[in-house]
C-alpha cells in the first residue's frame, strides 16, 4: 500500500489545455514537495508546501496543499510541450523523517 | 558543472557479483541521500548522510547493501551478491539544509542516477 497516492496515473493532453493532478494520503504531512523527473534524469524540485490550504504558483503551475494536509493539488494552465515529464509528491510525516515519494503521474503535452 | 554527479551511468552486471557506486554532491552540501527507483514508480529512500554520519537507514536497506562517506564528502554505495530483484535506478540527492530543519524542508538536488541492470 502507497503511502501516498497520485491520479491519474497517465495523462496524454494537447498543447494548450489545462490540467490537474493530484496526491493523496491518509497521512498528514508536516510538508509535501512536488518535483518534475524526464527520463534519464534526476527529479527536479518544483516547490514545497508547509501550510494547510496553502497556495503556490510557478508561472503556470499552482499548487495547492489541503486544509488539512493530507492531500495536495498541482494544476497547469495552457500545457505546453515543455511540461512533459513525471510529475512526483513527496511527503515528510514530521521534519525528521524520511522523505516518502508518490508513485508520480506521468504527463505527455502533445503538440 | 557543479550539481551533482553520479558514476557510473549505467552498469550491468551478472546475479552475484557486487557492484560499487560513486555519488559526488554540490561542494557545500552537508547532507546526501541514497534512494532507489524502480519502473513506474517514485524514488524509495535508502539513507542519508549528515557530513560522514550515517542517519538513516530504511528497512529497505538490506545487508546486502552498504553506504559510506568517509570524509563527507563523495560517498558510495555498494550491493554485495546482486540479485535480479537490485534492477533500479540508483539516485543520489544532496541539500544544505535549514538551521534544525529535518528533510522535510530540504531542498534536494538530485544527480541523474545510476541504471543498475543485474542480469
Known amino acids: 500500500t502507497q503511502l501516498l497516492e497520485q491520479s491519474p496515473q497517465f495523462l496524454s493532453i494537447q498543447e494548450g489545455e489545462n490540467l490537474t493532478v493530484y496526491c493523496n494520503s491518509s497521512s498528514v504531512f508536516s510538508s509535501l514537495q512536488w518535483y518534475r523527473q524526464e527520463p534519464g534524469e534526476g527529479p527536479v524540485l518544483l516547490v514545497t508546501v508547509v501550510t494547510g490550504g496553502e497556495v503556490k504558483k510557478l508561472k503556470r503551475l499552482t499548487f495547492q496543499f489541503g486544509d488539512a494536509r493530507k492531500d495536495s493539488s498541482l494544476h497547469i494552465t495552457a500545457a505546453q510541450p515543455g511540461d512533459t515529464g513525471l510529475y512526483l509528491c513527496a511527503g515528510a510525516v514530521n521534519y525528521g523523517q524520511n522523505f516518502v515519494f508518490g508513485p508520480g503521474t506521468r504527463l505527455s503535452v502533445l503538440p | 558543472d557543479t550539481g551533482v554527479s553520479q558514476d557510473p551511468r549505467h552498469k550491468i552486471t551478472k546475479r552475484g557479483q557486487n557492484v560499487t557506486f560513486r555519488c559526488d554532491p554540490i561542494s557545500e552540501h552537508n547532507r546526501l541521500y541514497w534512494y532507489r527507483q524502480t519502473l513506474g514508480q517514485g524514488p524509495e529512500f535508502l539513507t542519508y548522510?549528515?557530513?560522514?554520519?550515517?542517519?538513516?537507514k530504511s528497512r529497505l536497506l538490506s545487508d546486502r547493501f552498504s553506504a559510506e562517506r568517509p570524509k563527507g564528502s563523495f560517498s558510495t554505495l555498494e550491493i554485495q551478491r546482486t540479485e535480479q530483484g537490485d534492477s533500479a535506478m540508483y539516485l543520489c540527492a544532496s541539500s544544505l539544509p535549514l538551521a534544525g530543519g529535518g528533510m522535510g524542508t530540504d531542498t534536494q538536488y538530485f544527480g541523474p542516477g545510476t541504471r543498475l541492470t543485474v542480469l
Open positions: 548522510f549528515q557530513n560522514e554520519a550515517q542517519l538513516e
